[in-house]
């Protein structure tokens, strides 16, 4: 064999070794990629719960009892005396609720709400995505007798009656409120698991509750939301907010301000936490 064809073989078993070592590099990173994205996707998963689980605020559930008491959700109001039904531009509003609020502040309810009296809410259907949808009286005064429904009010707007308790639970914000953006989790499984999160404590129940987050639907942020409607615009519009609306929906939802009672011809709007 000539010194020539051993330099030519030499330098083939070179190229081949370095080729060897460049298909095991890229083998072995190959492998190592998922491992890492996993990994980086665990430690997010990781830091959202745990952001999650920081924000975690008290809510009460509305549970259905036997119990005799003034707490309830449909049926017929005991509004006070001298109280009249009220009424939207067209026709009397809808009952939903009666809370006693002594018995919701003994459960461990938000002390931003009054420590004692009374609150009624009610519906005012034609008002769907305004501010005043619903319209919310304190009272003080001792409760009345079940007031009638009116005529004029629709048979569908008239809601079965059900006492209810207070259980208090916890509640977390769900990743629509926190504005988590999902394709940052590659993790389906850990997608779904922090998406549950929230809805956890209650079940597959309804949830009629009092404090808290609420719980999101169709990948909505009900914080902006709110705050689009009380600007008169779309809650719905698909535009980013502006730094203003982002500004102002986090300061209603990290620091509650004391209850003020409306006055008589005014209506609340609350999400989860108050104005």
């Known amino acids: 064999m000539s010194e020539t064809t051993t330099i030519v073989l030499a330098a083939l078993l070179m190229n081949l070794a370095y080729l060897a070592a460049i ?46 008491g003034f707490s309830k959700m449909g049926g017929q109001p ?64 001792p409760a009345g007798e079940a007031a009638p429904h009116p005529a004029d009010l629709s048979p569908k707007l008239r809601f079965t009656e059900r006492r209810v308790a207070f259980l208090r639970l916890r509640s977390i914000p769900s990743l629509d409120w926190l504005g988590v953006d999902v394709r940052e989790l590659d993790d389906g499984v850990a997608l779904d698991e922090l998406a549950d999160l929230p809805d956890e404590p209650f079940g597959d129940e309804l949830q009629h509750r009092i404090g808290g987050y609420p719980s999101e639907i169709q990948e909505e942020q009900m914080a902006l939301s709110c705050e689009r409607i009380r600007r008169g615009r779309d809650p719905y519009e698909d535009e980013e907010p502006t730094p203003a609306i982002v500004s102002r929906m986090r300061e209603r939802a990290t620091s509650p301000r004391p209850w003020r009672s409306p006055r008589p011809t ?10």
């Open 23 to 68: 298909v095991f590099a890229a083998v072995a990173l190959a492998r190592l990629l998922p491992r890492k994205r996993a990994a980086i996707a665990s430690a997010r998963s990781s830091r959202i719960r745990g952001r999650m689980t920081r924000m975690m605020r008290p809510t009460l559930l509305m549970t259905p009892t036997t119990q005799p």
């Open 266 to 275: 005014e209506s609340v709007c609350k999400p989860s936490a108050p104005p």
């Open 78 to 141: 005991e509004l006070p005396k001298g109280q009249a039904w009220p009424s939207g531009d067209e026709l009397p509003l809808s009952f939903l609720t009666q809370i006693d609020l002594a018995e919701a502040r003994a459960a461990g309810g938000p002390d931003w709400l009054p420590a004692d009296g009374r609150l009624y809410a009610f519906y005012d259907d034609p008002r769907r995505g305004l501010t005043d949808l619903v319209r919310v009286i304190h009272s003080r005064e």
